[in-house]
């Protein structure tokens, strides 16, 4: 997916919206219930185009 055109804010909703998949995941007791690789992928994706940008943003904590 190319974010190139996204609006900066679109691009930080988006992440934010992993970052709290991510998040009910660890509190479900484990590592990928909602959030599995593909969501991994799409939030590198996305985390390579808001640091590009220089936004400020909470990082996702991945379980181990």
């Known amino acids: 997916m190319d ?3 996204s609006k900066d804010e679109r ?5 934010e919206s992993v970052r709290q998949q991510v998040e009910l995941d660890n509190l479900a007791g484990g590592r990928y219930r909602f959030a599995g690789e593909s ?3 799409y939030a ?5 185009e808001v ?3 220089n936004l400020h943003f909470s990082r996702i ?3 181990r």
């Not at 691009?11 to 992440?15: G, I, Q, T, V």
């Not at 590198?44 to 390579?48: G, I, Q, T």
């Open 3 to 5: 974010f190139s055109n």
């Open 11 to 15: 691009l930080l909703h988006l992440y």
């Open 39 to 41: 969501v991994k992928e």
């Open 44 to 48: 590198e994706r996305l985390r390579a």
């Open 51 to 53: 640091d590009r940008r």
């Open 61 to 63: 904590e991945w379980p």
